[in-house]
């Protein structure tokens, strides 16, 4: 699978959009990005996903360049229930082996 | 998304006990679960690859005679941690993948602490 690349830390203002990038510049054709979060002390919680299009959902939006070689996370309005380590990881989906291989992810602070 | 439970949330055990961590999927069969462990400070790390009614697949450097894992049953998987030290003290994670393309959706955790 291929490698992902985060800043480690981000701080964004509550109600404010929290853009977090994610460069994956060894990606391959079938394989899709997928993002995870994890608040403190908890299991991580699925975010959103995608291989080419960006994708929205209830949570975030996901925008993936043309070239597939870098995505941005958007948070629309971020809470402070938003603070949280964010992971992005690709993967085939439906491979072989399904495994997720967590890197370090960025941490989001949302400040008051 | 799939509903994944973990018990107990947390345990507290001597040295040289062994610990039994169960998963469980609430809303989904589960043919395949995973395992993670999580030092404080540091990332996910997969342990294993549980398979329903097969061995596990362990990865690189996870003992597999400490770390038992059973798959008995497509809604249940269970990690024993044998002998348990200090040094394994950590938070264990389990996942059940799931979904159109192959979403994992992880369970609560369990904190073990060794004393």
């Known amino acids: 699978d291929a490698k992902t690349t985060q800043p480690p830390s981000m701080d964004c203002a509550e109600g404010r959009a929290a853009n977090l990038p994610c460069n994956h510049s060894?990606?391959?054709?079938?394989?899709?990005v997928y993002w995870y979060r994890q608040i403190h002390s908890q299991g991580p919680q699925y975010i959103i996903h995608?291989?080419?299009n960006n994708e929205t959902n209830e949570m975030a939006s996901l925008i993936i360049t043309e070239d597939r070689k870098s995505s941005t996370l958007i948070l629309p309005h971020a809470t402070l229930r938003d603070t949280a380590v964010y992971y992005c990881?690709?993967?085939?989906?439906?491979?072989?082996?399904?495994?997720?291989?967590f890197g370090t992810g960025t941490l989001l602070a949302v400040q008051p | 998304g799939a509903v994944v439970s973990q018990h107990p949330s947390w345990v507290i055990c001597k040295s040289g006990t062994s610990v039994k961590i169960e998963c469980r999927s609430l809303?989904?069969?589960?043919?395949?679960m995973f395992w993670y462990r999580q030092f404080p400070k540091q990332s996910l790390m997969l342990m294993a690859t549980?398979?329903?009614?097969?061995?596990?697949?362990?990865e690189q450097g996870v003992e597999k005679d400490k770390f038992l894992i059973n798959h008995a049953s497509l809604t249940l998987s269970t990690l024993t941690v044998t002998s348990a030290h200090p040094e394994d003290s950590s938070f264990y994670i389990c996942?059940?993948?799931?979904?159109?393309?192959?979403?994992?959706?992880f369970g609560p955790g369990t904190r073990l602490t060794v004393l």
């Open positions: 809303d989904f069969q589960a043919t395949t």
């Open positions: 996942s059940v993948d799931r979904g159109r393309d192959n979403e994992q959706f």
């Open positions: 549980s398979n329903e009614g097969s061995k596990a697949t362990y």
């Open positions: 060894t990606i391959s054709g079938n394989e899709y």
């Open positions: 990881i690709v993967r085939v989906a439906g491979g072989a082996t399904n495994k997720l291989i």
């Open positions: 995608g291989l080419k």
